[in-house]
Antibody
Framework: QVQLVQSGAEVKKPGASVRISCKASGYTFTRNYMHWLRQAPGQGLEWMGIINPGDGDTYYSQRFRGRVTMTRDTSTSTLYMELSSLRSEDTAMYYC????????????WGQGTLVTVSS | DIQMTQSPSTLSASVGDRVTITCRASQSISSWLAWYQQKPGKAPKLLIYKASSLESGVPSRFSGSGSGTEFTLTISSLQADDFATYYCQQYTDYSTFGQGTKVEIK
């Protein structure tokens, strides 16, 4: 069965960086694009960007361009999302999600990683 | 960027009620729209994709309709398990979500 297992919660100071991992299993890792989303406390869902695990190609939302880096390790079927220059507004739950072959909707979600930015 | 606007933001309803949530896109997205249900502390769950296709395992009381810029999610007879927040998502141009509709107990 498809599983996306994310790394644990993080507490960071303003200006720091955070790196979240997302380990995929139960399917061929390189066959499905992956997106990263985030959700601030009590708020809606925000799309951050996309990575093609096959070749590592990425495309980032304008809002995060310059601060976000998405990478993958095909040997371990793991994705990484690094966000730099953290500010309090980056406090949120971060999700990795798998894109389906028939469209960019999300059946499979990671469990989420809570990032708290606080001095 | 395509903007998605949901209405209402909050909806109060009773078990057994028919509930309709609307989602409007700032430009045509054909039928590239999905609906999700989210409960507190959980990741969202896919209900509907391609505007009207029911995801496997989702109860048939959920249905979706629309195309172009206007879409609806209907719950034909609200059940206790359906009190949650619902989001629409366009996926014709990467991804954008509506701001959510909270369905609460009346």
């Amino acid at each position: 069965q498809v599983q996306l297992v994310q790394s644990g919660a993080e507490v960071k100071k303003p200006g720091a960086s955070v790196r979240i991992s997302c380990k995929a299993s139960g399917y061929t890792f390189t066959r499905n694009y992956m997106h990263w989303l985030r959700q601030a406390p009590g708020q809606g869902l925000e799309w951050m960007g996309i990575i093609n695990p096959g070749d590592g190609d990425t495309y980032y939302s304008q809002r995060f361009r310059g601060r976000v880096t998405m990478t993958r390790d095909t040997s371990t079927s793991t994705l990484y999302m690094e966000l730099s220059s953290l500010r309090s507004e980056d406090t949120a739950m971060y999700y990795c999600v798998r894109v389906e072959s028939s469209g960019s909707y999300y059946v499979y979600w990671g469990q989420g990683t809570l990032v708290t930015v606080s001095s | 960027d395509i903007q998605m606007t949901q209405s209402p933001s909050t909806l109060s309803a009773s078990v057994g009620d028919r509930v309709t949530i609307t989602c409007r896109a700032s430009q045509s997205i054909s039928s590239w729209l999905a609906w999700y249900q989210q409960k507190p502390g959980k990741a969202p769950k896919l209900l509907i994709y391609k505007a009207s296709s029911l995801e496997s395992g989702v109860p048939s009381r959920f249905s979706g309709s629309g195309s172009g810029t206007e879409f609806t999610l209907t719950i034909s007879s609200l059940q206790a398990d359906d009190f949650a927040t619902y989001y629409c998502q366009q996926y014709t141009d990467y991804s954008t979500f509506g701001q959510g509709t909270k369905v609460e107990i009346k």
